[in-house]
Protein backbone atom coordinates (compact mmCIF):
# COMPACT_ATOMS: atom_id res chain seq x y z
CA UNK A 1 0.00 0.00 0.00
CA UNK A 2 1.40 3.33 -0.58
CA UNK A 3 -0.01 6.67 0.32
CA UNK A 4 1.50 9.95 -1.21
CA UNK A 5 0.81 12.14 1.51
CA UNK A 6 -0.10 11.91 5.45
CA UNK A 7 -2.94 14.36 4.17
CA UNK A 8 -4.60 11.67 2.05
CA UNK A 9 -4.27 9.08 4.82
CA UNK A 10 -6.16 11.53 7.02
CA UNK A 11 -9.09 12.17 4.20
CA UNK A 12 -9.35 8.94 3.37
CA UNK A 13 -9.79 8.38 7.03
CA UNK A 14 -12.27 10.70 7.38
CA UNK A 15 -14.23 9.99 4.12
CA UNK A 16 -14.57 6.47 5.96
CA UNK A 17 -15.95 7.96 9.13
CA UNK A 18 -18.24 10.06 6.91
CA UNK A 19 -20.12 6.56 5.79
CA UNK A 20 -20.83 6.01 9.38
CA UNK A 21 -21.49 9.54 10.32
CA UNK A 22 -19.06 10.30 12.05
CA UNK A 23 -16.26 12.24 10.19
CA UNK A 24 -16.26 14.18 12.73
CA UNK A 25 -13.96 12.09 14.91
CA UNK A 26 -10.94 12.93 12.57
CA UNK A 27 -9.52 16.11 11.54
CA UNK A 28 -6.80 17.01 8.80
CA UNK A 29 -4.35 16.30 11.20
CA UNK A 30 -5.53 12.91 12.32
CA UNK A 31 -7.91 11.71 14.98
CA UNK A 32 -9.68 13.64 17.83
CA UNK A 33 -9.40 12.91 21.26
CA UNK A 34 -12.69 11.02 20.87
CA UNK A 35 -11.27 8.86 18.11
CA UNK A 36 -8.63 7.67 19.88
CA UNK A 37 -10.88 7.06 23.19
CA UNK A 38 -13.10 4.54 20.94
CA UNK A 39 -10.25 3.25 19.84
CA UNK A 40 -9.08 2.28 23.48
CA UNK A 41 -12.57 1.84 24.24
CA UNK A 42 -12.75 -0.77 21.25
CA UNK A 43 -15.65 1.65 19.48
CA UNK A 44 -17.64 2.31 22.58
CA UNK A 45 -20.73 3.29 21.88
CA UNK A 46 -20.30 2.55 17.94
CA UNK A 47 -22.27 -0.26 16.05
CA UNK A 48 -20.54 -3.08 14.92
CA UNK A 49 -19.94 -2.03 11.78
CA UNK A 50 -18.83 1.59 12.64
CA UNK A 51 -16.12 -0.01 15.36
CA UNK A 52 -15.04 -2.23 11.95
CA UNK A 53 -14.58 1.59 10.12
CA UNK A 54 -13.06 2.73 13.14
CA UNK A 55 -10.26 0.63 13.38
CA UNK A 56 -9.77 0.79 9.34
CA UNK A 57 -9.95 3.72 9.59
CA UNK A 58 -6.95 4.04 12.29
CA UNK A 59 -5.41 1.33 10.44
CA UNK A 60 -5.50 3.48 7.11
CA UNK A 61 -3.59 6.29 9.28
CA UNK A 62 -1.12 4.32 11.56
CA UNK A 63 -2.06 0.71 11.42
CA UNK A 64 -2.64 0.97 14.86
CA UNK A 65 -6.59 -0.28 14.44
CA UNK A 66 -5.36 -4.05 13.79
CA UNK A 67 -8.73 -4.92 12.29
CA UNK A 68 -8.58 -8.93 10.90
CA UNK A 69 -10.03 -9.44 7.31
CA UNK A 70 -12.70 -11.33 8.54
CA UNK A 71 -14.41 -8.69 10.56
CA UNK A 72 -13.96 -6.70 7.35
CA UNK A 73 -15.52 -9.33 5.47
CA UNK A 74 -18.27 -10.22 7.89
CA UNK A 75 -19.27 -7.05 9.73
CA UNK A 76 -19.66 -4.60 7.36
CA UNK A 77 -22.83 -3.69 5.64
CA UNK A 78 -22.33 -4.21 1.07
CA UNK A 79 -21.74 -0.36 0.83
CA UNK A 80 -19.37 0.04 3.62
CA UNK A 81 -16.98 -3.13 2.30
CA UNK A 82 -17.10 -1.33 -1.46
CA UNK A 83 -15.95 1.16 0.10
CA UNK A 84 -13.41 -0.52 2.37
CA UNK A 85 -12.23 -2.36 -1.07
CA UNK A 86 -12.44 0.37 -3.39
CA UNK A 87 -9.78 2.32 -1.50
CA UNK A 88 -7.95 -1.03 -0.80
CA UNK A 89 -7.72 -0.99 -5.06
CA UNK A 90 -7.22 2.74 -4.97
CA UNK A 91 -4.37 1.98 -3.31
CA UNK A 92 -2.97 -0.66 -4.69
CA UNK A 93 -3.36 1.53 -8.47
CA UNK A 94 -1.77 4.74 -6.74
CA UNK A 95 -5.27 6.02 -7.60
CA UNK A 96 -6.21 7.32 -3.96
CA UNK A 97 -7.00 11.05 -4.56
CA UNK A 98 -9.72 9.71 -7.45
CA UNK A 99 -11.42 7.66 -4.76
CA UNK A 100 -10.98 10.67 -2.41
CA UNK A 101 -12.86 12.41 -5.02
CA UNK A 102 -15.68 10.32 -5.34
CA UNK A 103 -15.85 9.80 -1.97
CA UNK A 104 -15.67 13.29 -0.44
Known amino acids: MSWS ?3 QRSDAARAL ?3 IGHGDLWTDR ?3 GEACQLLEEDGGY ?3 GGRVILRFAFDC ?4 G ?3 ADELLYSLDPRRLRLVGTLMVALAEGTVDRWLEANR
Open 5 to 7: TEQ
Open 17 to 19: LRS
Open 30 to 32: GPT
Open 46 to 48: LSS
Open 61 to 64: WNGQ
Open 66 to 68: RIP
